[in-house]
């Protein structure tokens, strides 16, 4: 096989990213049914979605289109998302908390999981591997599942319906301010979401609020480790 070959070096490229964000957004969505389930809602059971079974929570366009034009178009930037677990949050005994611990539940495991795969790296870089595809693809697929664990943690604590932040700041907010910030519904809080990822590309990177909080944090733990 030609290891050089233009169109096979995009497919491993391509499925450095595209494994990684299933290891990423598909924990993150059971987590949600896990801890929705322990709660007393068990909704997301009845519908076969407390699964790793990536048939059961693929997108097609959150999980494969968008991330795969991501790649291939060079862009620089990866995000993909899968079909949310629902949860009925009227079955819970404590309506708020139940939505905070749900909500938490997936950046956590993200979070969890990045922490696992960082380790797997810092491990391999103390061991003398022979360098060739198989290798560097594992490796590079480590460091891309690291990276994507960490900046779906983070981007989705971003304060914002329909993000899980959105919800937990509704839990914890009074009251009467919650039930206000509640009626931001996640359509409206979504447009508020693109408007603030396109804004760097049409005004300069001094408006990318989003990346700059996610780089916040990235940056200081990947360049620790690297």
Known sequence: MDYTN???IRVIIAASWIIPLLFSVIPHEVA?????LRLGDNTAKEMGRLSLNPLRHI??????????FLILSNTGFVFGYARPVPVNFANFKNYRKG???????????????AAIFLAIII????????????????????????L???????FNLIPLPPLDGGKIAIGLLPQKAAAKYAKL????????????????RIFGDEYNLIGRFISFFTDSLFNFVF
């Open 59 to 68: 997108d097609f366009y959150g999980t494969i289109v968008i991330p795969a």
């Open 99 to 113: 939505m905070i611990l749900v909500s938490l539940a997936g950046p956590l495991t993200n979070f969890i999981l």
């Open 148 to 154: 994507l664990n960490t900046v779906l943690g983070i």
């Open 123 to 146: 491990m391999l870089k103390s061991m003398s591997i022979p360098k060739n595809i198989i290798s560097i693809f594992l490796y590079t697929s480590f460091v891309n599942t690291a």
């Open 32 to 36: 949600h049914g896990y801890i929705a």
């Open 6 to 8: 233009d169109n096979f």
């Open 185 to 200: 519904d996640s359509k409206a809080g979504f447009i508020i979401l693109i408007i603030l990822l396109i804004l760097p």
